[in-house]
């Protein structure tokens, strides 16, 4: 949730989330009421997520090394770090190789920009 709430704070761009968990998208995507005990996050990321026009995508994470390695490298690492323009090597390294393998996406749901009313 904070590289969402960091990326809509840095950017009007759309954003373009890909998540290694069909269960987080469905919990997020799902028109139901959450009643799990992450119903505040998954709430709180709806929220995020209509404020800019954004897409979630499950990518499984073989698809998706670069992300799988930061995910792993954060929770070795116990704190949130940014890295704004190039990221490390090792990085650059892994993104070289998702952008050259295909991607197949699937269960992908638009999120849209809420209107907002001046008065």
Same mark, same amino acid.
């Given at each position: 949730? =904070?590289?969402? +709430?960091?990326?809509?704070? &840095?950017?009007?761009?759309? *954003?373009?989330? #890909?998540?290694? +968990?069909?269960?987080?998208?469905a919990?997020?995507?799902?028109?139901?009421?959450?009643?799990?005990?992450?119903? +505040?996050?998954?709430?709180? *990321? &709806?929220?995020l997520?209509?404020? &800019?026009?954004?897409? *979630?995508?499950?990518? /499984? &994470?073989?698809?998706? %090394?670069? /992300?799988? /390695?930061?995910?792993?490298?954060?929770?070795?690492?116990?704190?949130?770090?940014?890295?704004?323009?190039?990221?490390?090597?090792?990085?650059? #390294?892994?993104?070289?190789t998702?952008?050259?393998?295909?991607?197949? =996406?699937?269960?992908?749901?638009?999120? /849209?920009?809420?209107? %907002?009313?001046?008065?």
């Amino acid at each position: 949730m =904070e590289g969402l +709430s960091s990326s809509i704070q &840095r950017s009007d761009l759309p *954003i373009a989330i #890909e998540v290694d +968990s069909a269960m987080v998208v469905a919990m997020i995507t799902g028109g139901d009421m959450n009643r799990s005990a992450y119903a +505040s996050l998954v709430n709180e *990321i &709806r929220y995020l997520l209509t404020l &800019r026009q954004s897409y *979630i995508t499950h990518v /499984s &994470r073989s698809q998706n %090394k670069a /992300s799988d /390695s930061l995910a792993t490298f954060g929770r070795a690492q116990g704190r949130t770090l940014t890295w704004i323009g190039l990221g490390p090597p090792e990085v650059l #390294e892994l993104v070289a190789t998702d952008c050259t393998e295909p991607v197949i =996406e699937y269960n992908t749901l638009q999120f /849209s920009q809420k209107k %907002k009313k001046h008065l």
